[in-house]
């Protein structure tokens, strides 16, 4: 299928999770992308397998929850062994529970969740060209000029912005001359995705061993797993290798005979810990892989670039649309840049201990680590420590130049994620929560506290006539049943509380005034809103 506009506003390279995610984002607000990958198609291969809370609450924004929800499965829990038996063990059954409307570990295929944005886009009328390369780009500070082939027809177009989304051999990087700096694990790993007739259960199972590491995933599907670990050195540079030939490994590391019924795929391969220098060179971008890469530890890699695009959307957005001005478009890598930053260093610490042969770590696993694990996840406190950090809701952007905190007794700052509060709604009687009123697109101002009526209609007529299509307004006055949301940003009686949430569910503003100067001085000069 050959590009038929010679020119775009956004062309998106690379049609995996972040890819498609950045269309459909982009979608949300009017803009139609061309998306390029040069693939067949999307991938029939599982990969990424686990969906965290703050994805979750991405997908809900959307209206796709349901099909993630009904198409995967809870993990029930992680199981650390040690020499084939059980040390340690930790429930995952509603771990944060509170703090988010999917308190779990979401185990849903990444070909799923590339099926599910490819049906939003196709909903939504955006085609994907596959089979279409990048061949070469060039910018200047008007446009970006990129040459794309699709089989033998090769073709040249522009755009206004370029996001790189293709993968950890990123073209687009590589074009860009961006360094990507980092290492590979010297350890080759296996694989497979299969049906075995000794179902574990639906908890995570790692192996810890003399002989080397493996780990069991459970997929939603009946007695389906995926099986990860550590290849001995002799099997080394072997790219013909067979599960069969990894199956007697692994039964040693497990201690016990893994009676595999179905093979649905088998690959070795080489983890990398890399991350690009730079997120954005002129009028392009880098999401995803393409930004960053690391050990799979914690099943944070895709909602990771989930995440990248989530966050860049809006602003460009904002952009496209001339409501924002291009400026807000550096806060995309100085958000993001030192997420990525402490995901590498964190993950790669621990698969590093994972994979020690050293006499002093080995000791500290056998002995240290199971007493350690059972402490630590018998203390609530800890739970809800490594929920956030797993989860990804915990991620804040105190330090972005595009939030503004000017409140004195708020525990809840600008910049940091909108928390997951139920509110009932005494005008509909009913109830609901804070990400709910956050599900339209664009920015969301809050009004916490008793306000007169000649106040609310001031409020609505500034919203009229200055962002009519960019902010959207709710009114929560005190009342019996919705003091746990005072509470929870520190209003005392007779105190209010106004919040500008971010159209990623991140608050921009938070003052202990309701002050339409102080809002416009906000979105105008901090932002960056263009108002005529």
Partial sequence: MTVTQQHTSVLIVGAGPSGLMMAAQLLRYGIQPVIIDHKQGPT????????????????????????????????????????????????????????????????????????LLLEYLTLNCCPVYWNTSLVSLSQDAERVSVQIQSGEETQTITCDWL????????????????????????????????????????????????????????????????????????????DDLTIDEALPYLNTVVGQPITIEQTNWFTTYRLHHRMADKFRQGRCFLIGDAAHIHSPVGG????????????????????????????????????????????????DRVFKVILSRNWFVGQFKKWI???????????????????????????????????????HNSPIKAGDRLPYLKVFDEKKQEETDLHEWCSKPGFTMITLGKLQEIDLFTLAKWITQNYPVNLNFFYLPPSARNHHVFDAFGIGENQKKALIVRPDMYLGFVNDVVDIDMMDNYLQNVVGFKVS
């Fill in 163 to 238: 996001v790189g989304a293709d993968g950890a051999h990123s073209l687009v990087r590589k074009q860009l001359q961006i360094p990507f700096n980092g290492d590979t694990y010297q350890h080759q790993f296996y694989l497979a995705d299969v049906k075995i007739s000794n179902p574990l259960g639906d908890k995570i199972d790692l192996y810890l061993s003399k002989k080397g590491f493996a780990g069991f995933f459970p997929m939603p599907e009946e007695q389906c797993y995926r099986i990860v670990g550590n290849l001995p050195l002799e099997f080394d540079g072997r």
């Fill in 44 to 115: 029939n291969y599982s990969k990424a397998l686990a969906v965290q809370a703050r994805s979750l609450e991405i997908y809900r924004q959307m209206g796709l929850i349901d099909a993630i929800i009904k198409g995967g499965k809870q993990a029930a829990g992680v199981v650390f062994n040690q020499e084939g038996k059980e040390v340690a063990a930790m429930s995952l059954a509603n771990v944060g529970d509170g703090q988010t409307a999917f308190p779990f570990v979401q185990l849903y295929q990444q070909s799923k969740n590339e099926r």
């Fill in 369 to 407: 680590l199971p007493v350690a694990l059972k402490s630590a996840w018998s203390k609530p406190a800890l739970r809800d420590t490594f929920f956030k950090k797993i989860s990804q809701i915990g991620i804040s952007y105190r330090d972005s130049k595009i939030n503004l905190h000017l409140s």
């Fill in 300 to 347: 944070q890699g895709m909602n990771t670039g989930l995440q990248d695009a989530y966050n860049l959307a809006w602003k460009m957005a904002g952009v496209v649309n001339s409501q924002l001005n291009e400026a807000v478009l550096d806060s995309y890598a100085d958000e993001r840049m030192p997420v990525a930053k402490f995901l590498l260093n964190s993950t």
